[in-house]
T-cell receptor, first 116, second 114 residues
Framework: AQTVTQSQPEMSVQEAETVTLSCTYD???????LFWYKQPPSRQMILVIR??????QNATENRFSVNFQKAAKSFSLKISDSQLGDAAMYFC?????????????FGEGTQLTVNP | AAGVIQSPRHLIKEKRETATLKCYPI?????VYWYQQGPGQDPQFLIS???????DKGSIPDRFSAQQFSDYHSELNMSSLELGDSALYFC?????????????FGNGTRLTVT
């Protein structure tokens, strides 16, 4: 079974600065997808960014980018120019690409605080 | 754009009662997923349906059952409720059931069992 580990239960960053959230995963599959979801105090689950394992290029979405190290099974999220609205719980997630209807497996989450 | 619709938003039940949660996926999405999130925890996968057939099963108690209907909406039925069932229940949907299509989550149903 695949597992996702987020070793940082809490992180904090000053507004306008950059922060990196860590994530590692374990899988024997070669076809899979990785995601970062954001859960603000409203508890809504919001997709931040996704990465296909077969792509070497790191995904980028505006101020959000990932550092995908496939051999190391590492998938970190970098938030640049942090804003107060970025404060949330961030979940790293894995999804198999080898079966239809496959589940999303989440890490334990990292609570990000943005200080003004 | 249309999103995943869950109802009700909040539900309060007593122990041993029954609850039914409903989920309406994004139009044309054919796969529905149910997750349970306890306080301070990550979402735990319960069950999923692809084209109205159960496609995957996670840590869903035997007291719970779910199905996907012909219009692709899904219902999670929970019986003999226990205090530990109090949680936020998410429904998510995706297209074609492949990994390339990300899961889109509804706003969740907050269930409180007293």
């Amino acid at each position: 079974a695949q597992t996702v580990t987020q070793s940082q239960p809490e992180m904090s960053v000053q507004e306008a600065e950059t922060v990196t959230l860590s994530c590692t995963y374990d899988t024997s599959e070669s076809d899979y997808y990785l995601f970062w979801y954001k859960q603000p105090p409203s508890r809504q689950m919001i997709l931040v960014i996704r990465q296909e394992a077969y792509k070497q290029q790191n995904a980028t979405e505006n101020r959000f980018s990932v550092n995908f190290q496939k051999a190391a099974k590492s998938f970190s999220l970098k938030i640049s120019d942090s804003q107060l609205g970025d404060a949330a719980m961030y979940f790293c997630a894995y999804r198999s690409g080898e079966t239809s209807g496959s589940r999303l497996t989440f890490g334990e989450g990292t609570q990000l605080t943005v200080n003004p | 754009a249309a999103g995943v619709i869950q109802s009700p938003r909040h539900l309060i039940k007593e122990k041993r009662e029954t609850a039914t949660l409903k989920c309406y996926p994004i139009p044309r999405h054919d796969t529905v997923y149910w997750y349970q999130q306890g306080p301070g925890q990550d979402p735990q996968f319960l069950i999923s349906f692809y084209e109205k057939m159960q496609s995957d099963k996670g840590s869903i108690p035997d007291r719970f059952s779910a199905q996907q209907f012909s219009d692709y909406h899904s219902e999670l039925n929970m019986s003999s409720l226990e205090l530990g069932d109090s949680a936020l229940y998410f429904c998510a949907s995706s297209l074609t059931g492949t990994g390339d299509s990300p899961l889109h989550f509804g706003n969740g149903t907050r269930l409180t069992v007293t």
